[in-house]
């Protein structure tokens, strides 16, 4: 099993400091809000621009759309395998993967740090559609915002796992699979917003 943070610890309440520098260790925090906010604007603009300076059919866009949505699921469950839960078997690996994920391992009910801050959000936004429009030319307009949404909605659904109470509805199933992920077995249960690709590449939590 990678090692991810301290999973012994007992109660994984509290925050850790990443920064000696106060406006460092201000600024790699934020409130869930504003990340997700930004993204949706981006989104919003993207998607006018796409139907009022292009002539590409809604039909095709809303295709693109969709398809921008899925893509992000995967990239999603790719980079919290792959990234997130990389082997850190050299001092700059590990200090990496601390810094992005290990330290929500040990501290998952951290408010305040369950998404990147707003400067790595929009570096992200800006490098997404340069390099979506760079593949798609302006099919990027519509792929864009159905990202944009995915990941706005991957935002969403991380927040309300760790911060409230399951529903007891069809969307428990996100609370105990991301349960397991932080407090079993974090080989398993990738997939935060969607456990899709946890079932196409056998990451499901082992039933007991």
Do not use: C
Not at 179 to 187: C, E, F, R, V
Request: proline share 7%; aromatic share 18%; net charge neutral.
């Amino acid at each position: 099993m990678k090692k991810i943070g301290r999973l012994d610890r007992p109660d994984n309440f509290g925050s850790a400091t990443l920064f000696s520098n106060p406006v460092l260790e201000r600024i790699s925090r934020t409130h869930i809000s504003i990340p997700i906010s930004l993204f949706l604007a981006i989104a919003s603009v993207s998607l006018y621009y796409g139907l009022v300076a292009t002539s590409i059919p809604i039909g095709l866009g809303l295709g693109f759309f969709l398809f921008g949505t899925l893509t992000f699921t995967f990239v999603e469950y790719m980079m919290h395998k792959y990234f997130f839960h990389m082997e850190p078997d050299t001092p700059l690996k590990d200090k990496l993967q601390y810094n992005v994920h290990g330290v929500h391992h040990d501290y998952p009910k951290d408010k305040d740090r369950l998404a990147m801050p707003p400067f790595v959000s929009a570096a992200y936004a800006a490098i997404l559609y340069l390099l979506f429009s760079l593949l798609m030319g302006d099919f990027a307009l519509y792929f864009l915002p159905g990202f944009l949404l995915g990941y706005a909605g991957y935002l969403g659904v991380h927040y309300v796992v760790h911060v409230y109470n399951p529903p007891k509805n069809f969307l428990k199933v996100l609370w105990v699979n991301h349960a397991i992920h932080h407090y079993k077995d974090p080989d398993a249960a990738f997939g935060v917003s969607s456990p899709l690709w946890d079932y196409f590449f056998g990451t499901l939590p082992k039933k007991e």
